[in-house]
């Protein structure tokens, strides 16, 4: 199964842009990378995903490395609203829709 | 309608009970998940269904029993738990293709007693 692996943890000050890695090096070629977002005590939020073009949406963007093993999510203005756990995800057509460990957004006014 | 209704929101069951948990869309969704989550960890993959077909099972223990009794509903029957199955319960559809994004319930916490 493809993995993913990201940083246990990132810090940034309010209005500030965050850039979030991940790293997923046994990417197959019809894996979409998704990320989504899940905040205290609710389910996770989808994001933004692509396959190996750039995406922006009205929440992020999403810069995909050209060997497309690893990708950036970019949070362009963080806000307090966005403190979450952030998880990259590869779906493939295989059906399974499986979690890394994430990243813990923390945002400082 | 772009929900996906998880009930109960909160369940506690003891060891020797059968209950079951309910999940709902009315997206057209052809994918439905089951995921389990423990306190600040990750959601675990349990089961997938495909067009109303199990197509994944993680070796999840047979006390966890999935039905998928059409395609806008999944349910989750428990049957002699543990008191360390207890976690949030998460629901989550998508269309069956890598392209769509799935949308997630809000979970069932369940505490086994």
């Known amino acids: 199964d493809a993995k993913t692996t990201q940083p246990n943890s990132m810090e940034s000050n309010e209005e500030e842009p965050v850039h979030l890695p991940c790293n997923h090096s046994t990417i197959s070629g019809t894996d979409y990378i998704h990320w989504y977002r899940q905040l205290p005590s609710q389910g996770p939020e989808y994001v933004i995903h692509?396959?190996?073009s750039n995406v922006n949406n009205r929440m992020a963007s999403l810069a995909i490395a050209e060997d497309r093993k690893s990708s950036t999510l970019i949070l362009h203005r963080a806000t307090l609203r966005d403190a979450a756990v952030y998880y990259c995800?590869?779906?493939?057509?295989?059906?399974?829709?499986?979690f890394g460990a994430g990243t813990q957004v923390v945002v400082t006014p | 309608d772009t929900e996906v209704t998880q009930t109960p929101k909160h369940l506690v069951m003891g060891m020797t009970n059968k209950k079951s948990l309910k999940c709902e869309q009315h997206?057209?969704?052809?994918?439905m998940y089951w995921y389990k989550q423990k306190a600040k960890k990750p959601p675990e993959l349990m089961f997938v269904y495909s067009y109303e077909k199990l197509s994944i099972n993680e070796s999840v223990p047979s006390r966890f029993s999935p039905e998928c009794p059409n395609s806008s509903l999944l349910n989750l029957h428990l049957h002699a738990l543990q008191p360390e199955d207890s976690a949030l319960y998460l629901c989550?559809?998508?269309?069956?293709?890598?392209?769509?994004?799935?949308?997630f319930g809000q979970g069932t916490r369940l505490t086994v007693v």
């Open positions: 989550a559809s998508s269309q069956a293709r890598p392209a769509d994004e799935a949308f």
């Open positions: 997206m057209g969704h052809r994918a």
């Open positions: 995800i590869l779906k493939g057509s295989w059906g399974k829709f499986q």
């Open positions: 692509g396959l190996t």
